[in-house]
């Protein structure tokens, strides 16, 4: 667990209060590239990172979870480097759709994004053979 500053939007405030890393289930998985039929590097697979932030707008405080995971790769276009992180629809826990609401832009989730990639890199350079 770790702790990011806030990120600053016009008259309003994302504060990062946590960070936590799931990695119980992550693999190292080979990545095809679009066409091929081999490998062409690895990346990472069921990496989750949550944030628990608190968001300020118009003097209105609400927190929210919003959950990152390693994106699906079921189409050979996406994800080429295999490391890239995406929101997490299919998890309950996870309130981006209400904090882009609250917020009113989705511009919000660019800086959780690079630090849910950054944490996943890292994993992935400590873990592979």
Do not use: H
């Not at 929210?64 to 929101?87: K, P, Q, W």
Request: with cysteine; charged share 30%; hydrophobic share 35%.
């Amino acid at each position: 667990m770790s702790s990011a500053p806030q990120l600053p939007t016009n008259n309003t405030s994302i504060n990062i209060d946590d960070i936590n890393v799931i990695d119980e289930f992550a693999t190292i998985v080979d990545v095809y590239g679009q066409g091929c039929n081999y490998p062409t590097k690895q990346g990472a697979e069921n990496f989750r990172v949550d944030f628990r932030v608190t968001a300020i707008k118009e003097g209105n405080e609400k927190s929210f979870n919003v959950v990152y995971s390693t994106m699906e790769r079921t189409d050979n276009i996406m994800a080429y480097n295999g490391l890239d992180m995406a929101l997490d629809f299919d998890c309950d826990s996870n309130e981006s759709s209400e904090l882009e609401e609250f917020m009113g832009n989705s511009d919000i989730f660019d800086d959780m994004a690079e630090i849910a990639k950054k944490e996943c890199s890292e994993w992935f350079e400590s873990n592979r053979e």
